[in-house]
T-cell receptor
């Protein structure tokens, strides 16, 4: 089966600009996650979707981050305006069950 | 407050020997644990998991041990191979509710020496 697809792979923006990341999960996976991984840290959950509904967004900085999953398939994560501390890898993962949580290759963001 | 801790940032092991990676957790509600392996510029890849109702799970060269009373788990790799050099993340889930995202440790960089 095809894996989790993410784009773009790399993005460099200036602070206060905006950026959007796209994720296409594995077909049939109802649960989708966005994680933020800062260099030297483990991934941190930003938001969890079940189909097109939000299950958990308690750690999403809602003043600048937003995410949506229209039609319960693809998802986008947006940052506006970006800050220097948003430099990180943004990982998308999808899940069939607890034993099958698959990650994409990540979108690397550098804010200068 | 870190709920999942990997206290060894790096570990160096000779090829052919056993690699033991450790993980501690503080949240007693965690009931499912997973290990992921990550190469540079790639996403984490699932390795092995264990439910809290078990104390051991084995898959080929990989074995995970869970000690619930100590809130400790470990990943054993035997024998260690050069391709095992990567960053290993321990992750935990509190299942049973709707919000069941993974909580990760900071990772351990495993280096297999020839």
């Amino acid at each position: 089966e095809a894996g989790v697809a993410q784009s773009p792979r790399y993005k460099i923006i200036e602070k206060r600009q905006s950026v959007a990341f796209w994720c296409n999960p594995i077909s049939g996976h109802a649960t989708l996650y966005w994680y933020q991984q800062i260099l030297g840290q483990g991934p941190k959950l930003l938001i969890q979707f079940q189909n097109n509904g939000v299950v958990d967004d308690s750690q999403l900085p809602k003043d600048r981050f937003s995410a949506e999953r229209l039609k319960g398939v693809d998802s986008t994560l947006k940052i506006q305006p970006a800050k220097l501390e948003d430099s990180a890898v943004y990982l998308c993962a999808s899940r069939r069950d607890l034993n099958t949580i698959y990650f994409g290759e990540g979108s690397w963001l550098t804010v200068v | 407050d870190q709920q999942v801790k990997q206290n060894s940032p790096s570990l160096s092991v000779q090829e052919g020997r056993i690699s033991i990676l450790n993980c501690d957790y503080t949240n007693s509600m965690f009931d499912y644990f997973l290990w992921y392996k990550k190469y540079p510029a790639e996403g984490p890849t699932f390795l092995i998991s264990i439910s809290s109702i078990k104390d051991k799970n084995e898959d080929g060269r990989f074995t995970v041990f869970l000690n619930k009373s100590a809130k400790h788990l470990s990943l054993h790799i035997v024998p260690s191979q050069p391709g095992d050099s990567a960053v290993y993340f321990c992750a935990a889930i509190e299942s049973g509710g709707g919000a069941d995202g993974l909580t990760f440790g900071k990772g351990t960089h495993l280096i297999i020496q020839p």
